[in-house]
Nanobody, 124 residues
Framework: VQLQASGGGLVQAGGSLRLSCAVS?????????MAWFRQAPGKEREFVAA????????HYTDSVKGRFIISRDNGKNMMYLQMDSLQPEDTGVYYC?????????????????WGQGTQVTVSS
């Protein structure tokens, strides 16, 4: 399984970005729960959002609820994170992650596959 995250950049507070994660798998993409994590400078990696393989269940960390939307397109092997009303505290490297045949949990160690990360910087 290979994951490629993209879409990061520099944006002013209140702005929007859309992250994408392209996934290469030999099996059916819908077998994989997917998630986004982020890591700010000097901090540990933290959970942002997760989505079930079918796309019918999503979970968010409290700080992004109402601002971020996670989605996926199983026909294209793609996952997305629409980020609106961005704040400086959203700054960090955003990673996409995948786990096969499991629930979309918030624990990073449950995910066996990771992308390389994409930088998001929000200026005040």
């Amino acid at each position: 399984v290979q994951l490629q995250a993209s879409g990061g950049g520099l944006v002013q507070a209140g702005g929007s970005l859309r992250l994408s994660c392209a996934v290469s798998v030999r099996s059916t993409f819908s077998r994989y729960s997917m998630a986004w994590f982020r890591q700010a400078p000097g901090k540990e990696r933290e959970f942002v959002a997760a989505i079930a393989g079918s796309g019918d269940s999503t979970h968010y960390t409290d700080s992004v609820k109402g601002r971020f939307i996670i989605s996926r397109d199983n026909g294209k092997n793609m996952m997305y994170l629409q980020m609106d009303s961005l704040q400086p505290e959203d700054t960090g490297v955003y990673y996409c992650a995948a786990r096969s045949n499991g629930l979309p949990v918030s624990v990073s160690t449950r995910y066996g596959y990771w992308g390389q990360g994409t930088q998001v910087t929000v200026s005040s």
